[in-house]
């Protein structure tokens, strides 16, 4: 499973990156596999029940949102799917 992941974390920077040269757009709303990614990031090792999906679930989003520091610090210095 850490293969696993880890893999689709580095094709989602990837395919992420390349989409957003595509149509020229700094983090579309539309390329949502970086946060797929996340999510499985953030929820690994955890037991998947519906209670801690659920609850994982509003977690990332509420904190992919507000951006807490280094999130924020990092958001600024990685673009393009890659360090700047």
């Known amino acids: 499973m850490v293969v696993a992941a880890v893999g689709f ?3 989602a920077v ?3 990156g390349k989409a957003e040269r595509l149509i020229s757009i700094k ?4 390329i949502v596999i970086d ?3 996340g999510i499985m990031v953030a929820m690994f090792g955890v037991p998947l029940t519906p209670l801690n999906l659920t ?3 509003i977690a990332f989003r509420v904190l992919d949102i507000i951006k807490p520091f280094p999130a924020r610090y990092m958001d600024a210095k990685v673009s393009g799917g890659g360090v700047s």
Do not use: S
Request: charge should be negative; aromatic fraction near 18%; hydrophobic fraction near 70%.
């Open 27 to 30: 983090d579309a709303p539309c």
């Open 35 to 37: 946060e797929m990614a």
């Open 14 to 16: 990837w395919i992420a």
């Open 55 to 57: 609850a994982g679930f």
């Open 9 to 11: 974390v580095l094709f």
